[in-house]
C-alpha cells in the first residue's frame, strides 16, 4: 500500500476501554463455594415460603367443555344453509352439486379445525 497523502491525519484506531469486574463468585478451578450465590440454597429457601404460605395446595374443578355443544351448533347451521340452498335451487343441477359439496366441505372443515386445530375450552 502506499502511504497516505501528507496533509491528511493518520487514521484513528478505536478499541474498547479495559473494564474490571468484580467477581461474585469463586475463581475458575477453585472448589470454594459463594454462600450468597448458591442456587439450591435460594431453590430451598423459596420452595419453604411457598409451603409456609400453602401456595402449593390447589383446587382442581372439572371444567365443562363448550366445544361439544358450539361443534353441532356450527355444523348444524351450515349444513342447514346448505341445504336450504339446495332445496331452493332444486331444479339447478350445478346449485345441487355446489351446496352438496359444501356440506362435505363445511363438515370436514369444521370437524378439522374443531377437533384437530383448536384447544378444548
Known sequence: MSAPPAGDPPPRQFALKPKEFERVNAAPGTQEKSATHDVHAIRRELREREQAHGMDQMEIK???????????????????????????????????????????VATIGLTWIMWFVMDDY
Open 62 to 104: 372439572r371444567v365443562r367443555s363448550r366445544r361439544r355443544r358450539d361443534y353441532w351448533l356450527l355444523l348444524l347451521t351450515a349444513d342447514s344453509a346448505l341445504v336450504l340452498t339446495a332445496w331452493q335451487g332444486r331444479g339447478n343441477v350445478f346449485v345441487l352439486v355446489s351446496a352438496a359439496t359444501g356440506v362435505v
